[in-house]
């Protein structure tokens, strides 16, 4: 039979084994520069925070870019969910209305981003060339917005920049 004061003695040395041997796995924020240096490791890099998504900004001034004539051309004023466009002529002398209306402005970074905007029939229900379609479907894209223009039924794609 063993004594027991040799059975607390066996004991006493495991538990100073396991506590010596907890004391050299000490993760790496709690060693010492000396310590890192000795080992090649060092303290854990944080992550970078992602950054919030930010929607594209689509409020202001807009004026097509790709007109065929120095004389005409389009432009359009969005607010955070209104667009209004319209037919520039004459040099800028005559503007005519073409499409105003609402629309939800976007909440993500997605791109192409397209939405539909709904017709303000009282805005555009006395002017002659404007659109008469429910709806429009805008596209932003590459810092560009484009949709379709149907005039005597032929369509073009009218792009424009901020201005």
């Known amino acids: 039979m063993i004594p027991k004061k ?10 100073i084994v396991v506590l010596l041997a907890g004391c050299s796995t000490l993760s790496t924020s709690e060693k010492t ?17 992602p950054e919030a998504v930010k929607p594209p900004e689509l409020a202001g ?20 969910n209104t667009i209004t466009a ?10 005519s209305l073409f499409w105003a209306g609402s629309f939800t402005p976007p909440s993500d970074d997605s791109s192409p981003y ?20 429910a709806t429009k479907d805008f596209s932003y894209e590459d810092s560009e917005i484009s949709f379709p223009v149907t005039i005597a039924g032929s369509t073009a794609t009218v792009r424009m920049s901020r201005e």
């Open 6 to 15: 040799a059975l607390v003695a066996v004991a006493a040395a495991g538990a």
């Open 33 to 49: 520069p000396e310590a890192v240096r000795a080992t090649g490791t060092s303290s854990p890099t944080p992550s970078p925070t």
């Open 61 to 80: 001034e807009w004026k097509q870019n790709n007109s065929a004539s120095a004389d005409g051309w389009m432009t359009a004023t969005i607010t955070a």
């Open 86 to 95: 319209n037919f520039v002529t004459n040099g800028g002398d005559t503007t």
């Open 114 to 133: 397209v939405w539909t905007s709904s017709r303000d029939e009282a805005a555009t229900e006395s002017a002659l060339l404007a659109s008469t379609d």
